[in-house]
Nanobody
Framework: QVQLVESGGGLVQPGGSLRLSCAAS????????IGWFRQAPGKEREGVSC????????IYTDSVKGRFTISRDNAKNTVYLQMNSLKPEDTAVYYC?????????????????????WGQGTQVTVSS
């Protein structure tokens, strides 16, 4: 059974850091494009970052470039999103998602419609 479980969210002050984890089960994460997305109240789901299965290449949306870093630990079957210099506008529920089947997408995209399985999300709140 394909499952993605996010963790690591919480309340942090502006300028602070959090590391989100996306633990996969039921499949080998390194064989799939994995994306991080977020959705703030009243807004559409937005692509944040992704990592490709083919070469580990990464993409970031402009608003997080230089602040967020996506990485993958194949041994732990987990993808991480390190978030630094957090801003109030980063407040949202963060989701990870995977394409399907394996290597369906050699290179990732931050377009939500390209992803097939989603986690339940983890809340990130940036506030003083």
């Amino acid at each position: 059974q394909v499952q993605l479980v996010e963790s690591g969210g919480g309340l942090v002050q502006p300028g602070g850091s959090l590391r989100l984890s996306c633990a996969a089960s039921g499949f080998t994460l390194a064989m799939h494009a994995i994306g991080w997305f977020r959705q703030a109240p009243g807004k559409e789901r937005e692509g944040v970052s992704c990592i490709s299965p083919s070469d580990g290449g990464t993409i970031y949306t402009d608003s997080v470039k230089g602040r967020f870093t996506i990485s993958r630990d194949n041994a732990k079957n987990t993808v991480y999103l390190q978030m630094n210099s957090l801003k109030p506008e980063d407040t949202a529920v963060y989701y990870c998602a995977t394409t399907w089947p394996a290597y369906a997408a050699a290179f990732c995209t931050v377009r939500p419609g390209r992803y097939d399985y989603w986690g339940q999300g983890t809340q990130v709140t940036v506030s003083s």
